[in-house]
């Protein structure tokens, strides 16, 4: 197995839909094995296959602070299957380097998937945690959807990308989130 290079905002594939996986084989298992060692030696709390250049239905991620033991999760063929709530997240992602800004997220999810040995299992991630966040933010990678699609403020995202010498957000993959707007400007 071995740490990987991480591909940078810019690079097309990461705007790619990936493929469901329908064996959890050999091949998935050694991909698992490198996101992990990928996450760990590049300091990420996620990381999903495409960013690495395999456009398989595959994350990782360990939300575990540094005084806890760690505590990998793998998620393959996730699936959202109930969401609630909204909450304003500052985020950054390894294919963005040192980047951050705010999105708009999910306050609570429910989320189905199998682990890394082919079994399905569900879990609830509620109040916003960084579980809750990260879930979301890995589960769009495999969607070709990158968390400057759910900014706050694109201009604010635009200052960050260019301060780290990154393309400016793409106007065109924006998403627009009248539900959890209308849900943040009442929680004012
Ligand atoms: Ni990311």
Known sequence: ???????????????????????????????VQDLLETMYAKNGVGLA??????????????VSSNDEPLNPMVFINPKIIK?????????????????????????????????????????EANGGTLLTRCIQHEFDHLNGILFIDHCINRFEADAQLEKFNLPPVEVDKLIEEPELEKELTNND
Do not use: W
């Open 49 to 62: 296959a495409p960013q690495i250049g395999i456009n398989y239905r595959v994350f990782v991620l360990d």
């Open 83 to 123: 969401k609630s709530g909204a909450i304003i997240s500052n985020e950054g992602c390894l294919s963005f380097p040192e980047a951050y800004t705010d999105v708009r997220r999910y306050k609570n999810i429910t989320v189905k998937a199998l682990d890394r040995n082919g079994r399905p299992f569900v879990l």
């Open 1 to 31: 197995m071995a740490i990987k290079n991480i591909l940078k905002y810019g690079t097309t594939s990461l705007r790619e839909p990936s493929k469901e996986v329908h064996k959890v084989s050999k091949k998935i298992s050694d991909l």
